[in-house]
């Protein structure tokens, strides 16, 4: 019989811990227990996708059960690894627990079961500009925000749409027998709006803005671009847009466009369906200059679009004109808009991007100075398969930070009960692993977003849950990111109901406050993102975390149910956390009572 013992979280088993850069050396260690006579033991290491060019590197034995070798990435991108023990009596193999999480794994009997472990290899290591690294950032959809107008007039209503009767309306589609949208709905919301709104922001403590798409289009969305170089007349005129980055930059704010490149409108200036446009469009003749940015089955009605929607014609991001508008050329959409102030990006649907069309608009976005470059992606970024391809934004030269829809997903689940403790450490650990370490630190965090149901609606509006999950967003590694109204208790299902109206009137003030002492705390820790970081559980009912660095320390611990709680030796799960620092928290700990629902902070405490 073979016992063998492996954690890639723990320093004596792997280490350095987490992604590395390529060519630094890796040890791994492996426990192994018998009374056969053993073999061999060996750490068996493949690259992504080059499958049958596995290695089986002999480990040497260090002592009698400890089993060492080391390991040097000679390529950039994921490797997956696993252990086999061979013995005169039988071969046994050790892999990571299904699902792909790192910490302990388990044995298996035959290499046909066995689930790999991952290495995340990358080129260079990302640094991110301060104003990023340290802010609070605010997303804003931007019809749903403020009429900045003194009289409340809606600036060029759209044709064929309608304007809502009361601000306290709920969002609604007028829809088709086919459920097709046949008539966009507006409030009113514009960019002289979110100015008259800077000072409620800079109180909230919010520094940084990220704007859903201002670009002309037909929608209130508007990820259906019309122009990428113009600004919705909706929303106001340039005039208005460059007076909001000036108004927003003397107030120590900073601004983050959407940029969506991989499909436009039906009917923008590059289709043009409708003829609306003074251009001749891809849909009007084959002679159109922006007829080899799409692919056409059946010209000119039927063309690849976005999931299928034909309201949203898909661009050919291999296409060398279409790349030069974009990023290309000295003239380009991000050359554009960046040279006017806009501090950053956030790429709509990047896993439809190719990796280098992403590379390329960081180059552009490189020319100038503390700029940062988000994706939005919904799964753990780091091995990302989209279209049968593995992803690699994130190894150097690409993306800077993506939204972080796995730290909202966990957050919901351990509050709402249907996540153990346990399991939330496991896979937050699993990120801290996967993810580059500047990613872990400095990712995009949410708690909802235009494409999500809000948080209070999700957490069955339970107050005190919610403000676990507003104190997690401030406290966690990352950008904190809050969605326009999640601090005023708003609360809406699916698009559109999460897209109602800021409340203006009947905003919570309450609850408004407890999200600006939170902001303002965070403000005041600059140093949490870059400090050491361990995440913890309390049996079945707490989780928490401890940051340190030099002389400070940030414990946070977290009762996830509503049951009353002593804290006891045997519930502190430290894994993960340093000896002596483990034993500062125990002391800190043990003998407390936690209320259901309570978070409790503790600064300073060694």
């Known amino acids: 019989m073979i016992q063998l013992d492996y954690d890639s979280f723990q320093p004596q088993f792997k280490t350095p811990f987490g992604a590395v850069p390529q060519q630094l050396p890796v040890q791994f260690s492996l426990n192994v227990k018998t009374t056969a006579t053993i073999g061999q033991v060996a750490l068996c290491i493949v690259h992504d996708g080059q499958w049958d060019a596995e290695k089986v590197l002999p480990m040497t034995a260090k002592s009698a059960t400890c089993y060492q070798v080391s390991f040097t990435p000679t390529q950039v991108g994921l490797y997956f690894y696993y252990f086999q023990v061979s013995t005169s009596q039988e071969t046994s193999f050790y892999g990571c627990v299904d699902g792909g999480y790192g910490g302990h794994g388990v044995q298996y009997a035959r290499r046909e079961q066995v689930q790999m472990y991952q290495l995340t290899t990358i080129a260079t290591a990302e640094t991110l500009p301060k104003w990023y690294r340290?802010?609070?950032?605010?997303?804003?959809?931007?019809?749903?925000?403020?009429?900045?107008?003194?009289?409340?007039?809606?600036?060029?209503?759209?044709?064929?749409?309608?304007?809502?009767?009361?601000?306290?309306?709920?969002?609604?589609?007028?829809?088709?027998?086919?459920?097709?949208?046949?008539?966009?709905?507006?409030?009113?919301?514009?960019?002289?709006?979110?100015?008259a709104k800077i000072p409620y922001l800079k109180k909230l403590g919010v520094t940084i803005l990220y704007l859903t798409p201002i670009f002309q289009a037909t929608s209130n969305h508007r990820y259906d671009t019309g122009d990428y170089l113009k600004i919705d007349p909706v929303l106001g005129d340039l005039a208005d847009f460059d007076h909001l980055v000036s108004a927003l930059h003397r107030a120590g704010m900073r601004v983050i466009l959407d940029g969506v490149f991989n499909h436009v409108g039906v009917d923008s200036r590059y289709f043009n369906r409708s003829g609306h446009y003074d251009t001749v469009g891809a849909a009007q003749s084959r002679t159109s200059p922006y007829y080899p940015w799409f692919t056409f089955i059946n010209y000119p009605t039927e063309y690849d679009s976005w999931w299928g929607i034909t309201d949203l014609p898909t661009v050919d991001k291999e296409n060398d004109a279409y790349r030069d508008f974009i990023f290309g050329a000295s003239d380009s959409v991000i050359d554009y808009w960046t040279a006017r102030g806009v501090d950053g990006w956030r790429?709509?649907?990047?896993?439809?991007?190719?990796?280098?069309?992403?590379?390329?608009?960081?180059?552009?976005?490189?020319h100038y100075p503390d700029k940062v470059l988000i994706g939005e992606v919904w799964e753990d970024a780091s091995h990302k398969l989209a279209y049968g391809q593995r992803r690699h934004y994130l190894e150097g030269g690409g993306l800077q930070a993506v939204m972080n829809y796995p730290l909202r997903r966990l957050i919901i689940h351990v509050l709402t009960g249907t996540m153990a403790p346990s399991d939330w450490w496991r896979e937050l650990m699993t990120l801290k692993e996967n993810y580059p370490k500047s990613t872990f630190q400095f990712n995009f965090n949410n708690i909802g977003s235009h494409d999500t149901p809000r948080i209070l609606t999700m957490l069955q509006e339970d107050m005190a849950r919610l403000r676990l999950a507003v104190g997690m967003l401030l406290t966690l590694p990352g950008v904190p990111c809050l969605y326009y109204g999640d601090e005023a208790k708003m609360t809406g299902g699916k698009d559109p109901d999460n897209r109602a109206f800021y409340p203006w009137a009947r905003a919570d003030q309450a609850e408004i406050q407890v999200v600006t002492q939170w902001t303002h705390w965070r403000q005041n820790h600059p140093w949490l993102n870059t400090a050491n970081f361990a995440p913890f559980y309390l049996a079945d009912y707490g989780i928490g975390y401890v940051y340190w660095q030099d002389q400070q320390q940030v414990l946070v611990v977290i009762n996830v149910t509503a049951m009353t709680h002593e804290i006891t030796t045997a519930a502190c799960q430290l894994d993960v956390v340093p000896n002596t620092l483990a034993a500062a928290v125990r002391q800190q700990l043990v003998g407390q009572t936690l209320s259901g629902n309570q978070l409790q902070l503790i600064e300073n405490f060694t």
Do not use: C, T
């Not at 064929?160 to 949208?181: H, K, L, T």
């Not at 649907?349 to 390329?360: N, S």
């Open 134 to 195: 340290e802010g609070v950032a605010y997303q804003i959809f931007v019809d749903r925000f403020y009429n900045g107008n003194p009289d409340g007039h809606v600036n060029a209503p759209k044709p064929n749409s309608f304007i809502y009767g009361r601000a306290s309306d709920r969002p609604m589609y007028v829809r088709g027998a086919g459920q097709e949208i046949l008539r966009w709905d507006f409030f009113g919301g514009n960019l002289r709006g979110i100015e």
């Open 347 to 366: 790429l709509d649907v990047a896993d439809e991007l190719p990796d280098d069309f992403i590379m390329g608009i960081r180059k552009a976005l490189d």
